[in-house]
């Protein structure tokens, strides 16, 4: 690794492989083709019914109630749909190129996969580069610069922060990792095809870690789930007769917040729930007041 090369300089150098190719060899195109076929060993095998343990990637999660029915719970999620399945060997293709690139850069890349433990759970880190712990994300346009702009503490949906601080504190000991308060996202928009590289300070958090993970070991021991952490939203909106602006409509039908939508847990977690299939994908109803002109999936 050359003297100059540090993660802050990752996505400059990045971008001079794009541009002018230097730094890209066969050596490395045989990495990133191997590393893209023990991927798809990983996706294509067997599934079966998903272990219901704690996991260093969802102590993250922010609803420590759907944590509680991941452990409690006896319903069985539905099998994932093939268009959801294959976002996740998308992204494993695309963490195998973005790697690619790192290494094509000149940046030092180690710790693939390596095993964490924190408290007793385990989980597996994505890599270290130049010393520093990354996690590599793929995303949306829209996800995307929430890590472009440097904004995702401000509106961490999924709880990827406090995921990536449990990845360094599992890692704290290891020679590999020399920066102990900072690690990073390598983000991929895969619409656009930007790459941001998102490196946050995590002092804070991994102080009070070990009590954070511990306090959720226990709470999915407790009898009964903890309170929804999420309240449901407006469906629509409507103009503000003081102001003139479109506001949201709290006297209309309300639906899960986007957290709740995408639980496996909703229908056990939620009373009453009814289902609706818009052009854009499932609405899920708590309140109707309106009924929607549009096929109903499910009455719960």
């Known amino acids: 690794m050359g003297s100059n090369k540090t993660p ?3 996505l400059k150098d ?3 492989v794009l541009t002018t190719g230097e730094g890209w060899t066969d050596e490395i195109s045989r990495w990133v083709a191997d590393d893209i076929a023990k991927s798809f060993g990983r996706q294509f095998s067997p599934r079966g019914e998903r272990a219901r343990t704690l996991r260093a ?6 609803c420590r109630r759907k944590l509680w029915y991941h452990i409690n719970s006896d319903f069985k999620p539905q099998s994932l749909p093939a268009s959801t399945l294959n976002k996740f060997i998308f992204g494993d293709i695309t963490e195998s190129y973005i790697l690619g690139l790192c290494k094509a850069a000149g940046h030092d890349v180690t710790g693939l996969q390596d095993p964490v433990v924190v408290c007793g759970i385990r989980g597996s880190r994505d890599c270290v580069i130049d010393g520093m712990l990354f996690d590599v994300k793929s995303a949306s346009s829209r996800s995307f610069d929430k890590f472009a702009s440097g904004r995702l503490r401000d509106s961490d949906d999924f709880g990827y922060i406090s995921q990536l601080s449990t990845y360094l504190f599992g890692s704290l000991h290891d020679p590999l990792v020399t920066e102990k308060s900072k690690a990073g996202f390598l983000a991929f928009d ?3 095809g930007h790459i941001a ?3 946050h ?8 870690k070990e009590a954070d ?7 999915v021991l407790e009898p009964d789930p903890p309170p929804r952490p999420y309240e449901p939203v407006p469906q629509g909106k409507r103009k503000n007769p003081e102001t003139g602006k479109q506001e949201p409509d709290y006297t209309g039908n309300m639906k899960l917040a986007a957290n709740c939508s995408y639980c496996d847990y909703k229908y056990t977690c939620w009373d ?15 309140k109707v007041v309106r009924e929607p002109n549009v096929f109903e999936v499910d009455k719960a």
């Open 8 to 10: 802050y300089t990752l």
């Open 14 to 16: 990045i971008n001079h």
């Open 57 to 62: 990637s969802n102590l993250g999660t922010p």
């Open 190 to 192: 895969k619409q656009h």
């Open 197 to 199: 590289v998102d490196i």
């Open 201 to 208: 300070d995590l002092s804070e958090d991994l102080r009070t």
């Open 213 to 219: 993970v511990e306090a959720i070991k226990k709470g």
């Open 272 to 286: 009453k729930i009814r289902t609706f299939m818009y052009s854009s994908g499932p609405v899920f109803l708590t």
